[in-house]
């Protein structure tokens, strides 16, 4: 496995290797020692989510401050944009994102770790987004912080009037969003 950093350092890109030949291919898409050393973490994994989306859907930014979630992203068909977003106040990089673009024909993977909102914008016709997550989800501690905030400047492409659930729309800007400290 290939790790890169990105331009927030605690956020990794993940590339497996690819072992593929006319008749396809395979990859270990996770494996929990490799992980740890990799990213030179000890984070264990308890949940794992799949969702799917059509093109232009907008899920995020999302995070809980209680039972806060790591989270290690890939894409199993189409692709996306996904974004990380710093929201630990005590950070340098505090409000600052990377975005990585995701597919099933780059096999990448996202590292979120606790402490960042997340969301994704779909690029493809559709796109089978599956993540796991270090804590489980816990609703009543979910937090939105809204995907156009100016404060945080996401470069989201294609995205001049994404479909957004209820939530989404509703969700706070950054200076008056719920950090962690």
């Given at each position: 496995m290939k790790v890169t950093p990105t331009a927030i350092a605690d956020v990794l890109i993940i590339e497996p290797k690819v072992f593929g030949d006319a008749r396809g291919f395979f990859y270990e898409s996770f494996n929990q020692k490799?992980?740890?050393e990799a990213t030179d973490t000890n984070y264990q994994f308890v949940q794992d989510n799949h969702s799917r989306s059509a093109k232009g859907v907008l899920r995020g930014l999302h995070y809980q401050i209680e039972?806060?979630?790591?989270?290690?992203?890939?894409?199993?068909?189409?692709?996306?944009?996904?974004?990380?977003?710093?929201?630990?106040?005590?950070?340098?990089t505090f409000g600052k994102w990377v975005g990585v673009e995701l597919s099933e024909e780059n096999h990448r993977q996202l590292w979120v770790p606790p402490g960042f909102a997340h969301g994704f914008l779909v690029l493809s016709e559709t796109a089978d987004f599956l993540y796991k997550t270090t804590d489980y989800y816990a609703p009543v501690y979910e937090h939105c912080i809204l995907w156009n905030d100016s404060a945080i400047g996401v470069e989201w492409p294609e995205a001049t009037a994404p479909q957004l659930s209820t939530k989404d729309e509703a969700g706070k800007r950054l200076d008056e969003a719920s950090v962690f400290d």
């Open positions: 490799a992980f740890n039972h806060p979630q790591g989270k290690l992203v890939r894409v199993a068909r189409g692709a996306v944009f996904d974004v990380a977003v710093d929201i630990r106040k005590s950070s340098a």
